[in-house]
């Protein structure tokens, strides 16, 4: 009864919440975060992505109509080793100068179960595009000046798909192939 309850009461939140039709939703990006984790030479390591530029397009009586487009621009990641960035950025990794930005786009989402979806479409990275499954919970938050939402996800990607390691960074001796990927994004109604 309970679970029931919930997925009621939640129907409910969003229907009140938010119009019938598909509504345009911006990051807000004081309030979000997208964290890869990597390890080199078997110790862990992290990173974050930062001044990501994102518009959802989420239509709440059909969940499967979405629309994503993030944009990711690689010369803004965040890390504590320069040595490292360094290497991030260099043309054996995410060769910048040739490739500054990532993008995800996504046109189709399903529902997996109350507050879960996967939507699908596609990541570039270096000019190398590759069709993903992106799953995520999705929860609305309304404060007293806004409503928004908080999309989150731990997805794992595989660099060597992308042509993130060439020459000697190709080898996964050193930097395994998956790369963990967190999001914590909140996202306000234009």
Same mark, same amino acid.
């Given at each position: 009864?309970?679970? %029931? @309850? #919930?997925?009621?009461?939640?129907?409910?939140?969003?229907?009140?919440?938010? /119009?019938?039709?598909? =509504?345009?939703?911006?990051?807000?990006?004081?309030? /979000?975060?997208?964290?890869?984790?990597?390890?080199?030479?078997?110790?862990?390591? =992290?990173?974050?992505?930062?001044?990501?530029?994102?518009?959802? &397009?989420?239509?709440?009586? *059909? !969940?499967?109509?979405? *629309?994503?487009?993030?944009?990711?621009?690689?010369?803004?990641? *965040?890390?504590?080793?320069?040595?490292? @960035?360094?290497?991030? %950025?260099?043309?054996?990794?995410?060769?910048?100068? =040739?490739? !500054?930005?990532?993008?995800?786009?996504?046109?189709?989402?399903?529902?997996? /179960?109350? +507050?879960?979806?996967?939507?699908?479409?596609?990541?570039?990275?270096? +000019?190398?595009?590759?069709?993903?499954?992106?799953?995520?919970? %999705?929860?609305?938050?309304? +404060?007293?000046?806004?409503?928004?939402?908080? @999309?989150? /996800?731990?997805?794992?990607?595989?660099? @060597?798909?992308?042509?993130?390691?060439?020459?000697?960074?190709?080898?996964?001796?050193?930097? !395994?192939? &998956?790369?963990?990927? &967190?999001?914590?994004?909140?996202?306000? #109604? =234009?």
């Amino acid at each position: 009864m309970g679970i %029931l @309850l #919930r997925a009621a009461s939640l129907a409910l939140l969003l229907f009140t919440a938010l /119009s019938a039709h598909a =509504q345009s939703w911006v990051i807000d990006k004081e309030k /979000s975060r997208v964290i890869f984790h990597y390890s080199y030479a078997g110790d862990p390591y =992290q990173g974050e992505f930062t001044n990501i530029d994102a518009v959802f &397009e989420i239509d709440p009586t *059909n !969940p499967g109509s979405c *629309n994503f487009t993030v944009t990711i621009p690689i010369v803004d990641i *965040n890390i504590d080793s320069v040595e490292a @960035l360094e290497y991030l %950025l260099d043309v054996d990794m995410f060769d910048v100068d =040739q490739f !500054p930005t990532a993008h995800f786009e996504a046109r189709q989402c399903r529902l997996q /179960s109350l +507050d879960s979806f996967v939507s699908e479409g596609s990541l570039t990275i270096r +000019d190398m595009t590759r069709p993903m499954s992106f799953p995520f919970q %999705l929860a609305i938050e309304r +404060d007293a000046e806004r409503m928004g939402f908080r @999309l989150t /996800s731990n997805v794992t990607i595989k660099r @060597l798909e992308y042509g993130v390691g060439q020459g000697y960074w190709a080898s996964t001796a050193e930097i !395994p192939n &998956e790369i963990g990927i &967190e999001v914590d994004v909140y996202a306000i #109604r =234009q």
